[in-house]
């Protein structure tokens, strides 16, 4: 069965990095649509950034433009968020998610087919 298994979260202070990793199972890995998306509680699942098959395209929230950066390594069927510059309003539970019936990357979170449990991450101001 698909299996996506996040890691890397944690506590970091305000301006420190993260770099959350998703592990793929059970799918071919390098078909599909990736994401990353997070949520705070009493809020709505929120888009963070996604990448096409290849890695060859990739989009974000305009709130992480240049601060963080999706990629992927289909060799080792995980994906990857790396965040720099972090700020307390980061704060959230991140999720990966993988689509499977889509061409074009979307951001509504209804498009994508698999989730993951999910990591905390926290910064302290």
């Known amino acids: 069965q698909v299996q996506l298994v996040e890691s890397g979260g944690g506590l970091v202070q305000a301006g420190g990095s993260l770099r959350l990793s998703c592990a793929a199972s059970?799918?071919?890995?390098?078909?599909?649509?990736m994401a990353w998306f997070r949520q705070v509680p009493g809020k709505e699942r929120e888009f963070v950034a996604n990448?096409?098959?290849?890695?060859?395209?990739?989009y974000y929230a305009d709130s992480v433009k240049g601060r963080f950066t999706i990629s992927r390594d289909n060799a080792k069927n995980t994906a990857y968020l790396q965040m720099n510059n972090l700020k307390p309003e980061d704060t959230a539970v991140y999720y990966c998610?993988?689509?499977?019936?889509?061409?074009?990357?979307?951001?509504?979170?209804?498009?994508?087919?698999?989730w993951g449990q999910g990591t905390q991450v926290t910064v302290s101001s």
């Open positions: 998610a993988v689509d499977r019936t889509s061409f074009v990357p979307r951001i509504a979170s209804g498009a994508y087919d698999y």
């Open positions: 059970g799918l071919t890995f390098s078909s599909y649509i």
């Open positions: 990448i096409k098959w290849s890695g060859s395209s990739t």
